[in-house]
């Protein structure tokens, strides 16, 4: 599998993202955002950070990077491609991803282990896991805060589309285990094809005994596992 | 451009400026220089300065760079050691690691900017130690911040303690760099003068070490990043000054703006620029912005300086040479290029959307000269300005008041007011008790995948990847010690450190400090820093942990008082194998808690006379050098033979509070407690007392003999005093004549909910 973790100016997370893909067995490249031609990957990864330092709104001027059209078009040909936190806050931004991404209810930058709830399990990113598992993974951002209209809501829940859920430690869907606000709890969702998730929480940071949690490792391994099964 | 290889005989004369001020008494008072010093310049260049190199002295000789009233005491303290590869006098302290790496790691303050601006001046703190780190070559991967505060009953306290904790935050979550631990605490000393000081960790390998000289003549020197603004003019001059009512509005002009963005690909561009051999030194454009980066990098390398301020890249139009020279506009760097690799720079420069302009050359004649086009605005020769500040040894006597206090009668603080449980648990809801998770819920602590210990435990650790080690770090001081007994209360500083690396599992190694005083011109405040520096040289010595580096923060006062002596320890440790990680709280029920070391009767400078009587006063605790280095191998003898379960260093709240964050944890999950102390002291002492040299440790009651056995070995005192319970029991501890008997639920509230009771919702700014 060969993977390219875009790195845009203000990335913080794309070594610790190239670290896990590679933890997998992925054959792992770090793409320039200027670069313009993704050719040859089987998948393209998001990381998190500050690109251009948030400076506008979180994700607004990545969105407009020269290699966000090639994202584009890259997901629309079915490639996978992953945002986490910043990355999830882009592809928002670019459209990628339905709704938006708010400044936090409390106001502050939370920055915790939360658990999610593994509501889809035919994913391409996590069919690794069992339904219903719930997943301790650290969070770290200030604009989390999950928006959408109703309408969206609904149709994000019909169809599926919820992929992560914030949850308590035993499973129970709270306000008080929702760490930033979002509508219904929405932690992590899909586009309409399936092929792009974009997620809140840091699977990246979940891969080892000594990080505290494991629970990320299977986001990585599923995505590993697909693209193999593919014949990649 | 004369360049003379000899000493040069003729006095270049410069012409004053036009447009410039002239130079009169009340100027250099202005500039801070005395009458003497301003002289002393007057004989250094043989002629009266110019306005310009006027403001260039008075930033090199001001306190914060030329550290005039500290340099000859600072030179007592212990720097060398075999694992020390780089001490005090470059950006920052190197140690080796082993396997190759090495850490550089320093701390510094950021007091009067923060205590004007709590924001910006937190954020450009923390913007500043990041960069001296990543200019000797290391990649930061971990940020600590120590912090002291007035009492959050204040709004105005409130408003400082939000923002600094908001700007130290943004900037580290930003620039991407772990925080993992550090210290805060409230206390009505702190009161107009908040302390604001950030530490950073990097790592490098050894062959990567660069360092801040301006070495070859005829090299290229170049500033790179962002443009120079008329922001910070004369910090460091400010830095160096007493605060009164008058310095917020005033002062706000110096305080410098930071830019989280520009620094993270400033430092992804510094680190690619020494990976690429094209420069041979690098250093931040900090305090005394151009002045002092050119200044210091030509003295290290005994070489001269000359620049053109027409070729710096400027924010605004018409700034004078004066305003270039001494502005402290954030993430800029000087950078020393090999003559003929401009362009490799420029190359690096431009990938990370950066500006790099060349703005001099290093030159053989030893003088610090500055044009402005073709024309010469100031010729100083660079030696005496980074050397030839004048130094000084004051009286110290120390003040009445404080032996007064020292020596106050506490017996009828001993008998408590209403019952133990009461006490115990007004304590643990005590600002300086509670747990800071308000504070780092906020911070990044997990980025860069490599903590192993975030903040809430006894010192923060971070893996160095690759390898088997990690490394530990944390930061302490208890002002109050210090106020009563400078002396002792550096050494508990010190001592205190050590325990906190050791109960992680690390044997410390080496440190870095930051003294945060009042007026070094006042006897009694000079008295402080000369035993806190004597205290700290001492324990230093005993624990062999030299000093690497550090910052001195005069003038701490504000309408002429000042905070308590704060001379903060921020101390690095080694880990050799992670497995040796251990945690602060307990990990399961049936395990044995043993006390390491003695309750005393010492309950002088305790946060339960701050709480119950809002007394500072009394004898600080006595701390045994000897003993403290016997607890510190006991347990890291202990760890290595995989006795303990958790190891946890009593501090603020003596032994009942410190035995109250091993029951909590995290807050997560919590274990119940039984314990029975049977000391022959009043209860207020064995529970509160916050004596040194005591660690209190969990384990496997089939391990309670060899951890006994360990400790007897080291001559540390030790005994099994209670039974770690499921998290459905009470916490209870009994003493001679009362107990403490609280649910967690009671714990747990009063612990974690302390701060954000305080401090949520969040506080506007009010005046």
């Known amino acids: 599998m060969r993977v390219g973790v875009i790195t845009f100016p203000g990335s913080n997370c794309d070594y610790d993202l190239y670290k896990a893909a590679q933890q997998i067995g992925a054959n792992v490249e770090f793409i320039w955002h200027r670069q313009k031609n993704l050719d040859g990957y089987d998948a393209v990864m998001l990381p998190g950070g500050f690109s251009y330092g948030d400076y506008l709104r979180a994700g607004a001027i990545a969105q407009i990077s020269p290699v966000m059209e090639e994202v584009s078009r890259f997901a629309a040909n079915g490639g996978p491609v992953l945002g986490i936190c910043n990355g999830f806050q882009i592809l928002c931004e670019a459209g990628l991803l339905p709704g938006a991404l708010v400044r936090n209810a409390s106001l502050h930058f939370e920055s915790k282990d939360i658990h999610v709830l593994v509501e889809q399990t035919d994913t391409l990113f996590t069919n690794k896991y069992e339904n219903g598992q719930i997943l301790r993974i650290p969070i770290a951002h200030a604009e989390g805060n999950y928006e959408a209209n109703e309408q969206l809501l609904e149709e994000l829940e019909d169809d599926g589309r919820v992929v992560f859920r914030y949850v308590s430690s035993d499973g129970e869907l709270s306000k008080e285990a929702n760490p930033n606000g979002s509508r219904n709890n929405i932690a992590g969702l899909t586009n309409k094809s399936g092929n792009v998730l974009g997620m809140m929480p840091h699977p990246e940071r979940a891969m080892e005994d000594i990080l505290g949690s494991v629970d990320g490792v299977g986001v990585f391994l599923s995505l590993a596992t697909n693209l193999s099964t593919a014949g990649i | ?767």
């Open chain 2, 1 to 767: 451009m004369s360049v003379n290889e000899s000493k040069s005989v003729t006095i270049p004369l410069v012409p004053p400026r036009p447009g410039d001020p002239e130079i009169t008494p009340e100027v250099v008072t202005e500039h801070g220089l005395s009458k003497d010093e301003y002289e002393r310049i007057c004989r250094i260049m043989g002629r009266t300065p110019t306005f310009t190199e006027l403001g260039v002295f008075s930033a090199m000789w001001s306190e914060h760079c030329g550290y005039k009233n500290s340099k000859r005491l600072l030179q007592l303290l212990p720097t060398e050691a075999p694992w020390v590869i780089q001490g005090p006098g470059e950006n920052a302290g190197v140690i080796d690691v082993g396997e190759g790496y090495a850490v550089a790691f320093k701390i510094e303050s950021h007091n009067h900017p923060s205590a004007v601006e709590p924001y910006q001046g937190a954020a450009t703190g923390v913007g500043g130690i990041l960069r001296d780190v990543f200019t000797m070559g290391a990649r930061p991967i971990a940020v600590l911040d120590s912090l002291r505060f007035g009492d959050l009953d204040s709004a105005r306290v409130r408003y400082l303690f939000g923002g600094v904790v908001n700007g130290v935050g943004d900037y580290g979550n930003c620039v991407g760099i772990p925080n993992i631990g550090g210290e805060v605490a409230f206390d009505r000393g702190y009161e107009g003068n908040p302390i604001v000081n950030a530490m950073c960790i990097g790592l490098m390998k050894k062959e990567d070490l660069i360092t801040a000289s301006a070495s070859g003549v005829g090299n290229t020197l170049m500033a790179v990043g962002a443009r120079t603004g008329r922001d910070g003019i004369h910090g460091a001059t400010f830095a160096s000054e007493e605060l009164s009512e008058d310095s917020d509005e005033a002062s706000r002009p110096q305080v410098q703006v930071g830019d989280p963005f520009t620094e993270k690909l400033l430092l992804e561009a510094s680190l690619e620029l020494i990976s690429s051999g094209s420069i041979t030194g690098i250093q931040d454009m900090g305090a005394a912005g151009i002045t002092s980066s050119a200044a210091e990098m030509a003295g290290r390398a005994g070489n001269g300086v000359e620049i053109d301020v027409a070729r710096v890249p400027v924010r605004e139009p018409n700034m004078t040479p004066y305003e270039i020279l001494l502005s402290e506009s954030q993430e800029r760097m000087l950078v020393v290029a090999t003559k003929g690799h401009e362009d490799e720079v420029h190359r690096i420069l431009e990938k990370w959307e950066l500006e790099a302009e060349v703005i001099g050359e290093v030159t053989a004649d030893g003088r610090f000269r500055v044009l402005e086009n073709q024309l010469v605005v100031a010729d100083i020769p660079a030696l005496p300005l980074t050397e030839g500040c004048p130094t000084y040894e004051r009286e110290g006597i120390e003040a009445d008041e404080v032996r007064k206090l020292r020596e106050m009668d506490l017996a009828e603080h001993l008998i408590p007011q209403g019952d133990l449980t009461k006490a115990f648990l007004l304590l643990l809801a005590s600002p300086n008790v509670a747990s800071k998770r308000w504070i780092y819920h906020q911070y990044d602590t997990t980025v860069r995948t490599s903590t192993a210990v975030r903040p809430g435990g006894d010192s923060g650790v971070v893996r160095i990847r690759g390898t088997e080690r990690a490394i530990a770090a944390t930061t302490d001081c208890n002002g109050r010690f210090v106020y009563l007994d400078p002396r002792q209360g550096a050494m508990i500083a010190v001592a205190e450190a050590a325990r906190n690396l050791v109960c992680s599992g690390a044997m410390p190694t080496a440190i870095t400090n930051n003294l945060n005083f009042g007026n070094p011109l006042k006897e009694h405040i000079y008295y402080q820093f000369r035993e806190a520096v004597l205290g700290m040289a001492d324990a230093c010595k005993a624990f062999e942990t030299p000093v690497t580096g550090g910052n001195v923060s005069f003038y701490n006062e504000t309408d002429g008082k000042a905070i308590y002596p704060t001379p903060v320890i921020g101390m690095v440790g080694l880990i050799e194998n992670i497995s040796h990680i251990l945690p602060h709280s307990f990990q399961s029920e049936g395990d044995d808690i043993v006390l390491l070391g003695e309750n005393t009767a010492e309950i002088g400078g305790a946060e339960y006379l701050y709480v119950t009587a809002g007394l500072v006063a009394g004898f600080p605790p006595k701390v045994d050098l000897a003993h403290e280095r016997q607890l510190q191998r006991a347990v890291l003898a202990m760890i290595q033979e995989n006795e303990l379960q958790s190891a946890h260093d009593c501090s603020e709240g003596g032994l009942a509070c410190a035995l109250a964050e091993c029951a909590l944890g995290n807050g997560e999950s919590a274990f119940g407690v039984n314990v029975e102390l049977d000391d022959a002291l009043a209860p207020v002492e064995s529970l509160f007392a916050e004596s040194q040299g005591r660690i209190v440790v969990s384990c496997n009651p089939d391990r309670t003999q060899n951890v006994i056995r360990i400790a007897m070995d080291h001559g540390v005192p030790a005994r099994k005093i209670g039974t770690v319970k499921d998290g459905e029991q009470s916490f209870h501890v009994t003493v001679a004549s009362g107990q403490i008997r609280a649910e967690l639920s009671e714990l747990h509230d009063a612990y974690f909910g302390a701060i954000p009771a305080i401090m949520d919702p969040p506080v506007s700014s009010e005046q």
